[in-house]
């Protein structure tokens, strides 16, 4: 079930108000009865894999509090481990090992006729594997308890607003609040409703008006030069920020609606000053999963400085691939290592500069290396990607005909022009602001006239800037 659908609008209502006229042993099934008809509405044989992962995680983290020494505990663990993400594999990776195992043979000899399995993706897979390994590992450190009830322990897995692209979740977190007796609280559900509502304006206003503007350029780059292919690359980077941050500001909100935090996602990352700074802001529970998980168990910075970089470039290839099976998508992990590296062996820390303008300086040279390395994925293959790079700047010489020849290929009319620049403005205010408060409890604590001429202003826009074309998938649940 996707979130800019009719069918959560009518299934969100009910979940809330039966959950709330629950008592509170009751809401934990209601949680998980939700979860998996949220699942299986987007295909029912999905909740087969789902429920696997979830029986052999949670029996794994049981076997490893019952073993008594160190040894046997690794060992559960590491089998806990091997088979949820073996899962993962055989559907997400499979056919892209045999298809590079097969390329790989060919530059020797002549490559192999083999065909993968039809498997498709389950979506979500990837996080559910990931908030699964985690607590498996969790529960093996010792820094979580293995959860007993496994009713409880599913609902936490499966929790339906962030089971399709997250926030990756703890156990220490979430499965406490799931248990713990809740009262209603107003200014809470409120709060989750307007995040809510600016999620969903990032996502149809922004994401979705850019997707159907540059989806031509992507599919068919060679048809296009100049103008229109730094456009949308740029335009590319802005429709993921939207769409992602979107999709979690809707999944927050609406666990908040439920009395129940889940944590933050993203934080103004257009607005960093170092690389660094932007992965402890984009995507924040991927990057600290990766960090708790992979880069401080190789030995994070403890090892010396070519150790570091070496965990450093482990982490991002690692990182790049659990983005998709395909070379893209570790050449992009592989450029945002080598980014990384050279920010540890030659740049000062972002602390250690002290001129303004140098720092504002770095932190443009961070936003253009970021929009620039989403071309790896946003085009169909490494080919795609290099043909953009390569010709997004042709024409270039004649720059008032490069600019205006290229907004009539890409077919943005001015009424689309202004729509843009108005609500990238909204968005780009918004952000700023949230650098220093919190943009929704300040409006809140306005007066009631300023609040609802606020409001409905905003709801003004919402409906008015609404593309009159259908709403697209979110990206990352192809992930």
């Known amino acids: 079930m996707l979130f800019n659908s009719v069918e959560f609008a009518i299934f969100l209502p009910v979940v809330f108000l039966v959950y709330w006229i629950l008592p509170q042993r009751f809401r934990w099934p209601l949680i998980l009865l939700a979860s998996y008809l949220f699942y299986a509405w987007v295909k029912p044989a999905y909740v087969l894999i789902l429920f696997v992962t979830t029986l052999i995680s949670y029996f794994t983290a049981l076997l490893i509090e019952k073993r008594r020494t160190v040894a046997e505990k690794r060992w559960a663990a590491g089998i806990g481990v091997f088979l949820v993400l073996g899962i993962l594999f055989a559907f997400k990776y499979l ?3 045999i298809d590079s195992a097969a390329d790989f043979i060919g530059v020797f000899t002549s490559r192999p006729d083999v065909s993968g399995l039809s498997l498709v993706l389950p979506v979500g897979i990837s996080f559910y594997t990931f908030q699964t390994v985690g607590y498996i590992v969790d529960v093996y450190r010792g820094t979580a308890p293995a959860e007993k009830h496994f009713g409880i322990y599913a609902a936490f897995v499966s929790f339906f607003p962030q089971i399709l692209a997250g926030p990756i979740a703890r156990s220490r977190d979430l499965i406490p609040q799931i248990r713990k007796e809740k009262v209603f609280d107003e200014k809470t559900a409120s709060y989750g409703l307007k995040q809510m509502c600016w999620g969903f304006f990032k996502k149809i206003v922004i994401a979705d008006r850019i997707a159907f503007l540059i989806s031509d350029v992507f599919d068919a780059p060679m048809r296009f030069a100049g103008f229109p292919l730094l456009a949308a690359v740029v335009l590319f980077s802005i429709r993921i920020y939207c769409d992602f941050s979107g999709y979690s500001d809707i999944a927050i909100g609406t666990a908040k609606l ?17 690389l660094r700074d932007f992965w402890s802001r984009w995507h924040i529970s991927l990057s600290t999963w ?3 998980y992979v880069y401080i168990p190789l030995g994070g910075n403890r090892k010396g400085k070519m150790r570091q970089i070496l965990n450093i470039m482990i982490t991002f290839l690692l990182s790049g691939l659990w983005h998709g099976a395909d070379w893209s998508f570790v050449l992009w992990g592989g450029i945002h290592g080598l980014g990384r590296s050279f920010e540890e062996l030659v740049l000062p820390k972002e602390r250690e500069i002290k001129n303004k303008g140098l720092r504002i300086l770095r932190g443009a040279l961070v936003l253009v290396f970021c929009v620039f390395t989403w071309v790896f994925f946003a085009a169909r293959n490494i080919g795609d990607s290099f043909y953009i790079i390569a010709n997004m700047f042709k024409g270039l010489s004649s720059p008032v005909s490069y600019v205006t020849s290229g907004i009539s290929a890409l077919g943005l009319d001015l009424r689309n022009l202004v729509i843009l620049l108005i609500s990238v403005g909204l968005l780009t205010v918004f ?20 609040r609802w001429i606020i409001y409905i202003a905003f709801a003004v826009c919402l409906i008015l800037f609404i593309p009159g074309t259908r709403s697209t998938d979110f990206i990352y649940f192809r992930f």
């Not at 439920?258 to 170092?274: A, K």
């Not at 952000?431 to 300023?450: M, N, P, Q």
């Open 95 to 97: 056919n892209f090992a």
């Open 431 to 450: 952000d700023a602001f949230s650098l220093k408060t919190d943009v929704i409890t300040c409006l809140s604590g306005k007066k009631t006239v300023v």
């Open 258 to 274: 439920l009395g129940l935090e889940l944590s933050t996602n993203f934080r103004s990352p257009y607005f960093s000053g170092s």
């Open 290 to 292: 990766f960090r708790d």
